[in-house]
């Protein structure tokens, strides 16, 4: 602090260091959400909100295929918020693993570079919520029938191909 300004901080060492109810009776879940880093967390539910609401204004107040019932349309904006959450957190974990040194100077906060998880334990989660991220987006419906039809483009010319 003396570098940057001469007051000292209103902080008193002992309040900043004072943990929360979350962090003292579940540290695994306090982990957790520091793992998943929270401002792309909220980046991703403003962006899943974002674009069904410009979705329902492109569809002039109509949701489009098989416009269902409200609760229908909740329940599907609930699995993609899920779903995209998932591959929130597969993506900053991937990002963390990689760069554990960085992150021990940079971001020592960060459960992986402050020991709090193992890089098993942060492995095991990564994979966990890229498998859950693609089995909530296949079983939404729309996803599998392009992923499916992507993958049959990409394998029917396969067979046909001689060679010369």
């Known amino acids: 602090m003396s570098q940057i300004?001469?007051?000292?901080?209103?902080?008193?060492?002992?309040?900043a260091a004072k943990p929360n109810l979350v962090?003292?009776?579940a540290p695994w879940l306090y982990a957790f959400w520091k793992f998943s880093r929270p401002h792309t967390v909220i980046g991703t539910s403003l962006s899943v909100?974002?674009?069904?609401?410009?979705?329902?204004?492109?569809?002039?107040?109509?949701?489009g295929v098989g416009s269902g019932e409200w609760g229908d349309r909740l329940l599907s904006i609930l699995f993609t918020?899920?779903?995209?959450?998932?591959?929130?957190?597969y993506i900053v974990g991937l990002n963390q693993l990689e760069d554990v040194a960085i992150d021990r100077v940079n971001k020592p906060h960060l459960p992986l570079a402050s020991g709090e998880f193992s890089?098993?334990?942060?492995?095991?989660i990564v994979i966990v919520t890229g498998i859950a991220a693609l089995a909530l987006s296949l079983w939404q419906g729309y996803f599998w029938q392009r992923w499916c039809g992507r993958v049959w483009q990409l394998a029917l010319p396969i067979p046909?191909?001689?060679?010369?």
């Open 160 to 164: 046909c191909r001689r060679s010369a």
């Open 49 to 63: 909100l974002g674009l069904y609401v410009v979705s329902w204004g492109i569809g002039n107040g109509e949701w």
């Open 119 to 124: 890089r098993r334990e942060a492995w095991a």
């Open 5 to 15: 300004s001469p007051q000292k901080s209103s902080i008193s060492p002992r309040r």
């Open 23 to 25: 962090q003292k009776r």
């Open 81 to 89: 918020w899920i779903a995209c959450l998932c591959g929130n957190v």
